[in-house]
């Protein structure tokens, strides 16, 4: 009930398209999704997040769509670039914790 | 310039020495977590504390200790009963202010090589 999961595990897009990452969860209570970036030898940075009352967010290039019927949430990252090259984290929260996903590793070739 | 710092970036001990891993933070924040991340792996929780001197254990606690004898400082302890010691260790936190969200911000994480 407490678990993440996150898929795929790992993700080649070329320059310009759209990545795609998805997330599922089971647990209603969680009322916090947010999405942290992370570059190799960096910490995780907040990238966007969205609450369960609205169904998309966007934010520059990045958009969270989510499913509350279907206990799912997506990144979409649109026209994505090599600078996008990075390990994608969703996670979900209730009070006092964040639950992470696995991460998907992110590779955008020009 | 407010924010998370982890010292050292990288961290060498030979097997059955504790090592302290060092996190202080100056954006007020109530709470602080530790987490371990391992190759392909997501973030696992080790330790938090929401409050000064209280902490609770995360999903990984066996091996590892924490204090909180301050709001700004939480040090890790890793133990020579910790199995598999080497791995990349991420301190976080957050404001615990009421309606806020559990929005963590990461420091830059040590790396921790266990020879």
């Known amino acids: 009930q407490q678990q993440v999961k996150q898929s795929p595990q790992s993700l080649i897009v070329q320059k310009g398209g759209i990545s795609i990452i998805n997330c599922a969860y089971e647990?209603?209570?969680?009322?916090?999704f947010p999405w942290y970036q992370q570059f190799p030898g960096k910490g995780p940075a907040l990238l966007i997040a969205?609450?369960?009352?609205?169904s998309e967010k966007k934010e520059g290039r990045f958009t969270i769509s989510f499913n509350k019927s279907a206990k799912q949430f997506s990144l979409h990252i649109m026209d994505s670039q090599p600078g996008d090259s990075a390990t994608y984290f969703c996670?979900?929260?209730?009070?006092?914790?964040?639950?992470f996903g696995t991460g998907t590793r992110l590779q955008v070739f020009p | 310039d407010g924010g998370i710092t982890q010292s050292p970036k990288y961290l060498f001990r030979k097997e059955g020495q504790n090592v302290t891993l060092s996190c202080e933070q100056n954006?007020?924040?109530?709470?602080m977590y530790w987490y371990r991340q391992d190759p392909g792996q997501g973030l696992r929780l080790i330790y938090y504390?929401?409050?000064?001197?209280?902490?609770q254990k995360g999903d990984i606690a066996e091996g590892y200790s924490v204090s909180r004898e301050k709001k700004e400082s939480f040090p890790l302890t890793v133990t020579s009963a910790q199995k598999n010691p080497t791995a990349f260790y991420l301190c976080?936190?957050?404001?615990?202010?009421?309606?806020?969200?559990?929005?963590?911000?990461f420091g830059p994480g040590t790396r921790l090589t266990v020879l």
């Open positions: 976080a936190s957050s404001s615990r202010a009421a309606g806020a969200y559990n929005e963590q911000f």
């Open positions: 647990n209603t209570a969680f009322d916090y």
């Open positions: 969205i609450r369960p009352d609205v």
């Open positions: 996670a979900a929260s209730n009070t006092d914790k964040l639950i």
């Open positions: 954006l007020n924040h109530d709470a």
């Open positions: 504390s929401q409050i000064v001197n209280d902490f």
